[in-house]
């Protein structure tokens, strides 16, 4: 089944223990992205790859780092979690080397900072 | 700035009714518009999308419109079905096609 798989779905943690929240996609996508979800806010992408070796910063990516060592993977790391990164998170993938179309998402990882 | 705005949080109709989901946005530029479907603890689905050189398309009940010279395009679900009952998101691409810029959403109840 083609699909982008997000671990880990819930967590809790402390401020200052850092964590990596994990992505795989299985559909061969150049592109995948990592957006947060908040109250009032919508969606807003943090960073983006449109390739291997290749990413970029969106438009909130303080706080966060990302690698993209090889095609179906996509981690986010949060090298210093602070309360203000409790937020639900979505990976995202999409076939062509940028988003002309349809992302196909994640079922999202529910961060809590304490 | 918001490029994408969903001006109304919720909206509650009653099944087989016509639902009517609303987007406006600022950016001329914008070439392809995408509505996506939230249910809780899920990811986003996309749904169904229109380019800027068609004002209408239709995919079973669902319906998009967009009016170009107004900035506006807009969602019809006919009939409505409680199994609809979702967060929507309307969406376009930005000129770099790095990213999709997303509204943020609209709470559709259906109910029976």
């Known amino acids: 089944e083609a699909q982008v798989t997000q671990n880990p779905r819930y967590l809790i943690t402390v401020t200052g223990k850092k964590l990596t929240v994990t992505c795989s996609q299985n559909?061969?996508?150049?592109?995948m992205s990592w957006y947060r979800q908040d109250p009032g806010l919508g969606l807003r992408q943090i960073y983006y790859?449109?390739?291997?070796?290749?990413?970029d910063k969106g438009d909130v990516p303080e706080g966060y780092k990302v690698s993209r060592k090889e095609k179906r993977n996509f981690p986010l790391i949060l090298e210093s979690p602070s309360p203000n990164q409790t937020s639900l998170y979505f990976c995202?993938?999409?076939?062509?080397?940028?988003?002309?179309?349809?992302?196909?998402f994640g079922e999202g990882s529910r961060l809590t900072v304490l | 700035d918001q490029q994408v705005k969903q001006n109304s949080p919720s909206l509650s109709v009653q099944e087989g009714r016509i639902s009517i989901l609303n987007c406006d946005y600022t950016?001329?530029?914008?070439?392809?518009f995408l509505w996506y479907k939230k249910y809780p603890a899920e990811g986003p689905t996309f749904l169904i999308s229109?380019?800027?050189?068609?004002d209408k398309n239709e995919d079973g009940r669902f319906t998009v419109f967009l009016n170009k010279s107004a900035k506006h395009l807009s969602l019809h679900i006919v009939p409505s079905q409680p199994g609809d009952s979702a967060v929507y998101f309307c969406?376009?691409?930005?000129?770099?096609?790095?990213?999709?810029?997303f509204g943020k959403g609209t709470t559709l109840s259906v109910s029976s």
């Open positions: 995202a993938s999409s076939p062509g080397g940028s988003v002309r179309g349809e992302l196909f």
């Open positions: 790859s449109m390739n291997v070796e290749v990413t």
């Open positions: 950016n001329s530029m914008f070439d392809y």
């Open positions: 559909m061969n996508h150049e592109y």
């Open positions: 229109i380019s800027s050189i068609k």
């Open positions: 969406a376009a691409p930005n000129q770099a096609g790095t990213a999709l810029i």
